[in-house]
Nanobody
Framework: QVQLVESGGGWVQAGDSLRLSCAAS????????MGWFRQVPAKEREFVAT????????RYADSVKGRFTISRDNAKHTVYLQMDSLKPEDTAVYYC?????????????????WGQGTQVTVSS
């Protein structure tokens, strides 16, 4: 079992930055690839970014490529999402998730554990 707790969400203006954190507890964090997803009401959950167990492989949604950076600190059992140049369309609840594999995936159904989410609101 892995417990995930996101933090760092908030309300910002377009062009600002935010850094989300996801603290993991439970089983060995470094065994898991990690991902960030987001969801707005009445829409399907959307892949944002993923990182492999060692941190050397990352993948991003086209909508955030060049603006968001995913990273992890296995010693701190934490994964981060640095979000720069935020846009109003980035407004969503952001979830971190753990994939019971060393490999990455952009498919949410592959992820076994999910956090409760943190709200990010970007005003124009």
């Amino acid at each position: 079992q892995v417990q995930l707790v996101e933090s760092g969400g908030g309300w910002v203006q377009a062009g600002d930055s935010l850094r989300l954190s996801c603290a993991a507890s439970g089983r060995t964090f470094s065994n898991y690839a990690m991902g960030w997803f987001r969801q707005v009401p009445a829409k399907e959950r959307e892949f944002v970014a993923t990182i492999n167990w060692k941190g050397g492989i990352t993948r991003y949604a086209d909508s955030v490529k060049g603006r968001f950076t995913i990273s992890r600190d296995n010693a701190k059992h934490t994964v981060y999402l640095q979000m720069d140049s935020l846009k109003p369309e980035d407004t969503a609840v952001y979830y971190c998730a753990a994939l019971d594999s060393s490999w990455t995936s952009i498919n949410g159904y592959d992820y076994k554990y999910w956090g409760q989410g943190t709200q990010v609101t970007v005003s124009s």
